[in-house]
């Protein structure tokens, strides 16, 4: 059985950072292209960043330069690292992985947020102004 747990979230104040953590037992992050989505209340479910299998980034384009994922693959954990945060970054920040796995920043698993991913339940990221 899958687990993926994210923590690192809280409040900060706008230009402030933060680092998001995730780990998960029974799931391999090395072993295929994993992500970081978030929702905004009364929005979509949007993803902001991704790493390949090969460990190749992608980034939605307003987070570019601000946002850095990364994998600790000994350590079997993903992480954001978020600076110069906006209110507008403020969102539930999630975890995910395709199910089943794959390799690659693409596809609906990362373009639409597939519900069959595997989530995790997400940390809350607060950016005051």
């Known amino acids: 059985q899958v687990q993926v747990v994210e923590s690192g979230g809280g409040l900060v104040q706008a230009g402030g950072s933060l680092r998001l953590s995730c780990t998960a037992s029974?799931?391999?992050?090395?072993?295929?292209?994993a992500a970081w989505f978030r929702q905004a209340p009364g929005k979509e479910r949007e993803g902001i960043a991704c790493i390949n299998r090969t460990g190749s980034t992608y980034y939605k384009e307003s987070m570019k330069g601000r946002f850095t994922i990364s994998r600790d693959n000994a350590k079997n954990t993903l992480y954001l690292q978020m600076n110069s945060l906006k209110p507008e970054d403020t969102a539930m920040y999630y975890c995910?992985?395709?199910?089943?796995?794959?390799?690659?920043?693409?596809?609906?698993?990362?373009?639409?947020?597939?519900?069959?991913?595997?989530w995790g339940q997400g940390t809350q990221v607060t950016v005051s102004s």
């Open positions: 029974g799931l391999t992050f090395s072993g295929g292209a």
């Open positions: 995910a992985a395709p199910r089943p796995r794959y390799d690659y920043c693409a596809g609906p698993w990362w373009t639409a947020a597939r519900p069959d991913n595997y």
